[in-house]
């Protein structure tokens, strides 16, 4: 009896445990995320800017920028990219599997760190720094005016 008692209580314990699972992967996952955070790229140290590789469509165009298209930035530029990026509010994206993507690369004094441009399947515009999400769309309008075509 005893353990007949214990069986139960057990899979009681099981079953709640299931649900508060269910209702973490589902709703409190986005319900928890904090929107207000921004990104912090300081203008600093940073030396260049430049894309790395990735493929992305604008005016239904293609740019290809592992072989025929790229960009870099100037000191000037660079100081409006991070205020852009900085500006940025942070995104919750359900779907983080990119469709098209960009690799920015920021050379600091010291060290690099890599931006990814991304847009997924829904076609939400998001850039990813440090595992962390934010919203891309202004980003995406400021690097496609610094476009070059390769020679």
Do not use: P
Not at 99 to 109: A, D, F, R, T
């Amino acid at each position: 009896m005893v353990f007949k008692r214990i069986k139960i209580v057990l899979i009681i314990i099981a079953n709640l445990g299931f649900l508060w699972a269910i209702y973490n992967m589902f709703y409190y996952k986005k319900a928890s995320f904090d929107t207000s955070e921004k990104a912090q790229i300081s203008t600093d140290k940073i030396i260049k800017i430049s894309s790395e590789a990735g493929n992305w469509e604008w005016n239904k165009i293609n740019y290809d920028f592992y072989k025929e298209f790229y960009f870099d930035l100037n000191k000037n530029e660079i100081i409006e990219f991070c205020k852009i990026a900085n500006s940025s509010n942070a995104k919750y994206i359900e779907n983080i599997r990119a469709e098209k993507w960009i690799e920015i690369e920021i050379k600091e004094n010291t060290s690099k760190t890599t931006i990814y441009l991304k847009q997924n399947i829904e076609n939400e515009v998001y850039f990813e720094i440090n595992h962390k999400t934010f919203e891309g769309k202004e980003l995406e309008k400021y690097i496609q005016k610094h476009i070059r075509e390769q020679l």
